[in-house]
T-cell receptor, first 116, second 116 residues
Framework: ELKVEQNPLFLSMQEGKNYTIYCNYS?????LYWYRQDPGKSLESLFV?????AVKQEGRLMASLDTKARLSTLHITAAVHDLSATYFC????????????????FGKGTHLIIQP | DADVTQTPRNRITKTGKRIMLECSQT?????MYWYRQDPGLGLRLIYY???????NKGEISDGYSVSRQAQAKFSLSLESAIPNQTALYFC???????????????FGEGSRLTVL
């Protein structure tokens, strides 16, 4: 059974600070996804990481993937209030020969509050 | 208009009632999914479908059934709703990217169900 663990689950930080959210998963996978969810809203795709060593950056967010360690990180640089949200990482399940996967397995999410 | 549309967006019902949540998409994707979100538990997969003739159980399918009426429509039914099915339900779609071979999910706005 694929397990995805995020930590921390809750994070309160001040604007201007840096921090990292960690995502560990229990099986071999070279595809990892990060999503953002605002309160009461849907999930918005942030990053798709497709291979070992992949690094992607968008504004103050940077995501990386280490498939050997089964670890992905989401780094926040000089946080601003607008980044307050819940962040989810997700890993693909079984990948079939036809290229499909049986959906994504999600972590429990990291609830991030950035205070002015 | 949203690419993935869920109806109803909010529903309050009583124990024992039959409920159907509907999802339609204009993205032209073959793969559709139903997830359930509970506070502190992240998202859990209920059912998924790779095409109209291929429906599969997810992690938590007990108490739920689905119907794939067409490529663009995937409905979730609760035959006899119970209070612990109170949750936020998301429909999602995906299509394998032939270049990157990713299974990125695209989510609807969610359907909030309360069972009294």
């Amino acid at each position: 059974e694929l397990k995805v663990e995020q930590n921390p689950l809750f994070l309160s930080m001040q604007e201007g600070k840096n921090y990292t959210i960690y995502c560990n998963y229990s099986t071999t996978s070279d595809r990892l996804y990060w999503y953002r969810q605002d309160p009461g809203k849907s999930l918005e795709s942030l990053f798709v990481l497709l291979s070992n060593g992949a690094v992607k950056q968008e504004g103050r967010l940077m995501a990386s993937l280490d498939t050997k360690a089964r670890l992905s990180t989401l780094h926040i640089t000089a946080a601003v209030h607008d980044l307050s949200a819940t962040y989810f990482c997700a890993v693909e399940g079984v990948r079939y020969s036809g290229g499909g996967a049986d959906g994504l397995t999600f972590g429990k999410g990291t609830h991030l509050i950035i205070q002015p | 208009d949203a690419d993935v549309t869920q109806t109803p967006r909010n529903r309050i019902t009583k124990t024992g009632k039959r409920i159907m949540l509907e999802c339609s998409q204009t993205k032209g994707h073959d793969r559709m999914y139903w997830y359930r979100q509970d506070p502190g538990l992240g998202l859990r997969l209920i059912y998924y479908s790779f095409d109209v003739k291929d429906i599969n159980k997810g992690e938590i399918s007990d108490g739920y059934s689905v119907s794939r009426q067409a490529q663009a429509k995937f409905s979730l039914s609760l035959e006899s709703a119970i209070p612990n099915q109170t949750a936020l339900y998301f429909c999602a779609t995906s299509e394998i990217d032939r270049v990157d071979n990713t299974g990125e999910l695209f989510f609807g706005e969610g359907s909030r169900l309360t069972v009294l």
